[in-house]
């Protein structure tokens, strides 16, 4: 999935405390029409502690919907959450 944020959308979800293990990685990634952009893509570097994963995926899931991200993408953080 690609999603457009700007610097203070990153900045503001980086303040979720949940959130600041992801660490951005620069990817070429090919959209619909065949052309190649560069993007950032956050991975968890590590990953949390046992039992704490329900807890980041709601946390992520509250901030996916308000920055209302498509509807699937949710749901699979739902999943997540438990």
């Known amino acids: 999935m690609l999603v457009s944020f700007t610097h203070g959308d990153i900045e503001h979800l ?3 405390e949940t959130l600041r293990m992801y660490k951005p990685e620069a990817v070429l990634r090919e959209v619909d029409d065949g ?3 560069a993007a950032l893509c956050y991975n968890l570097v590590e990953p949390p502690a046992a039992g704490k994963t329900p807890d980041c995926a709601r946390t ?3 901030i996916a919907e308000r920055l209302e991200l498509p509807r699937d993408y949710l749901n699979e953080i739902a999943m997540l959450a438990g």
Do not use: F, G
Request: hydrophobic residues 35%.
């Open 14 to 16: 980086h303040t979720e």
């Open 35 to 37: 052309s190649v952009i």
């Open 60 to 62: 992520l899931r509250d």
